[in-house]
């Protein structure tokens, strides 16, 4: 039975293609509040993104059936608002700058769960529009800082 309370909850699809790291990453937005549908592959990442509204995506840069710079682009075709954080372990810089061309907000390394927490709040209690990501980017570099990550954002 679904939470009657979770019609107001902002929603996120996470897709990740490790069943460890879905249900991990899924509980804590859980207890966060936010309504969370995670699944492992590109092609059920996108049936269920092109068939529910979300306010938030996460992903991750592989899986077995596809790429996540793959996947953002072709979920950038029917929602062009909602952010889009990349959670990935790849560090390689070209790749997180491909993220950013490719429609995402942020680029964040696992294991940073924290980092991905605070992105999430950032985001999701944003009321204005997106458009101005560089307070975003501010907000999260003062919370993050003293715990040395490097996330990538757009400007």
């Known amino acids: 039975m679904q939470d009657p309370d979770s019609f107001a909850k902002k929603r996120v ?52 059936d596809g790429n996540g710079i793959d996947l953002c682009k072709r979920i ?34 696992k294991p940073a769960l924290d980092d991905v927490l605070i992105l999430t709040r950032i985001l999701l209690t944003d009321q204005k529009p997106l458009s101005n990501r560089s307070n975003v980017a501010t907000e999260l570099t003062r919370s993050i800082e003293a715990r040395g990550s490097n996330p990538i954002l757009s400007a």
């Open 13 to 64: 699809l996470y897709v990740d293609g490790y069943e460890d790291n879905r249900l991990l990453l899924t509980y804590l937005l859980e207890t966060q509040g936010y309504a969370c549908v995670a699944v492992s592959t590109v092609r059920a990442g996108l049936a269920i993104a092109s068939s529910r509204v979300f306010d938030l995506y996460i992903l991750d840069s592989w899986y077995c």
């Open 76 to 109: 950038r075709r029917f929602d062009h608002s909602a952010p889009i954080i990349f959670f990935s372990a790849w560090p390689m810089e070209s790749a997180q700058q491909e993220a950013i061309n490719a429609g995402a907000s942020a680029y964040l390394l």
